[in-house]
């Protein structure tokens, strides 16, 4: 690396926060903010044929990246993929329907676990991370680049459910039923992800961020097996492989097991839900001494206005004085007028102005 190359990386704003540092203006991603609502996404995934295609296709993948960038400014990029490309490239052939979400052929006994096969994995992550690459190359010096996989929870949910579910009953089950057999499952997910991530970081991405959209219809106990012993398990063997990178957590409906798991994970920022108070964020920015993410709800964007106006403030307001990044409780969603992100833009970067 050349010394122009750590200098301009000292200009990341959000991997300033990520370190602790409390910034005038926080730092601005919105999660999914590559998705259905840009019509230049629109016309991208129609030139790939599909989302799968687009994904594994790193010119078009780097494309939708870099698309709500070159609209916004945003202060990070997230590399366009999903949490599913890693039961897929195992060997769990997985598929988008049109207006269905995903499909896969599920695995519901620890019997069926051989088809999951680790050594297959090369093909589909080298396209994943020559995306990762070719997006360090095309980003602004300025612009953090975020790779991400999914929690080790939430991807088997997917795969023990073969699809998308409110209660994520199969894999509860097969998790109640068979707790060694679903362990297997989940150490198999950790190695896979630890892995994936790290070459995401060998190809470029200065962190990482664990979605665990799915962590809050677990009991207590569950929780924390299936949640935050392996994420710490994870995080603590990414480390090993590279300890200055720093990891974002997303234990989504968390609540009040929230603080444990940011205390035992030993991740350095954590994305906060909707239904977070300000209040609970507070306390997690300094009782467990991490960045914080979040939490307006997509909905909110979708009908802008003053509600959005004055919840942006309040949101600014609370989190002053603590490393806090500026982000929604959840993905944006489809039916989001892009007017409305210029808008929210344009608020959260004037604040520290107006309240000089
Ligand atoms: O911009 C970004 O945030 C990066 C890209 C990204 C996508 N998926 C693109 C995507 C990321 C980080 C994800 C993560 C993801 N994928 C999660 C965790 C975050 C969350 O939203 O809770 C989950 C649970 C998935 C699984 C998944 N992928 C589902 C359930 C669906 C179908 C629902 C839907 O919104 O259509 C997807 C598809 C998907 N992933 C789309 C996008 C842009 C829509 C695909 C399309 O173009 O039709």
């Known amino acids: 690396m050349t010394t122009a190359g750590t200098d301009s990386k000292k200009n990341r704003k959000l991997m300033q926060v990520l370190g602790g540092q409390v910034l005038p203006t926080p730092p601005i991603w919105l999660m999914r903010q590559a998705g259905r609502y840009l019509p230049e996404y ?15 296709t790193p010119s078009l ?25 890693v039961p897929d490239a195992l060997g769990q052939s997985v598929s988008f329907l049109e207006g269905e979400g995903p499909k896969l052929d599920p695995i519901q ?28 190359q095309d980003l602004p010096s300025e612009t953090t680049l975020i790779g991400f996989c999914g929690a080790p929870w939430t991807v088997a949910t997917y795969v023990v459910g073969g699809e998308g579910s409110s209660d994520q009953a ?27 991530l790290s070459q995401q970081i060998e190809a470029g991405a200065d ?17 924390a097996t299936w949640v935050t012993a392996p994420t710490a398990r994870l995080v603590r063997e990414l480390k090993k492989r590279h300890p200055n990178v720093p990891v ?7 609540g009040s097991n929230a603080l444990g798991f940011v205390k035992e994970t030993g991740v350095n920022g954590v994305g906060c839900d909707t239904a977070m108070p300000l ?18 709800d997509p909905l909110l964007l979708v009908a802008g ?18 490393p806090h990044i500026f982000n929604l409780g959840h993905g944006i969603v489809p039916d989001t007028p892009p007017d409305h992100v210029a808008r929210l833009m344009e608020r959260v970067r004037a604040f520290a102005k107006v309240h000089a």
């Open 42 to 56: 629109r016309a991208t995934r129609g030139e790939a044929g599909g989302f799968l295609k687009l994904c594994y």
């Open 61 to 85: 993948a780097a494309e939708v990246t870099l698309q709500p960038i070159r609209r916004y400014g945003f202060d990070a990029a997230i590399l366009f993929s999903d949490i599913l490309i």
């Open 109 to 136: 006994s620890a019997a069926e676990l051989n088809r999951l096969d680790p050594s297959k994995t090369g093909t589909k992550f080298a396209l994943i991370c020559e995306t990762v690459a070719r997006l360090r």
């Open 170 to 196: 199969a894999a509860r089950r097969f998790a109640y039923r068979d707790p060694k057999g679903f362990q297997q499952l989940i150490d198999i997910l950790v190695d896979t992800s630890v892995d994936y």
């Open 207 to 223: 962190t990482v961020m664990v979605f665990d959209s799915w962590a809050g219809t677990l009991p207590d106990r569950e929780f």
């Open 248 to 254: 974002i957590g997303f234990p989504r409906g968390a």
């Open 279 to 296: 209040h609970d964020m507070r306390v997690l920015a300094k009782d467990a001494g991490v960045a914080v993410q979040g939490n307006i």
């Open 305 to 322: 206005g003053e509600a959005l106006d004055r919840r942006i403030d309040e949101t600014l307001q609370a989190m002053r004085g603590l």
